[in-house]
């Protein structure tokens, strides 16, 4: 079946980095379009990166433009989330998402404070 799990969270100051991972299995990864998604405390959950398959297609949220990018590699089935410049706004649990169906990890952590 299909497994996402994530990795790659925790607490960073404002203007740190951290790199999200996410391992895929139970599918062929290289056909399928990535997301990483947030979820703000007491909002709803919000795209912030899209990657296609092969990875020549990327879009981001306006407010993570230019701080985080996104990446893949078809051969380890990962999808990564760099992120830099970070934020206290960007505190949230992340989630890694194949688009088709909709199938969603367990999330992980990220808590920008000082």
């Known amino acids: 079946q299909v497994q996402l799990v994530e990795s790659g969270g925790g607490l960073v100051q404002p203007g740190g980095s951290l790199r999200l991972s996410c391992a895929a299995s139970g599918f062929t990864f290289s056909m399928y379009t990535m997301r990483w998604d947030r979820q703000l405390p007491g909002k709803q959950r919000e795209s912030v990166a899209t990657i296609s398959s092969s990875g020549d297609k990327l879009t981001y949220a306006a407010s993570v433009k230019g701080r985080f990018t996104i990446s893949r590699d078809n051969v380890k089935n990962t999808v990564d989330l760099q992120m830099n410049s970070l934020k206290p706004e960007d505190t949230a649990v992340y989630f890694c998402?194949?688009?088709?169906?909709?199938?969603w990890g367990q999330g992980t952590q990220v808590t920008v404070s000082s």
């Open positions: 998402v194949r688009t088709l169906g909709n199938y």
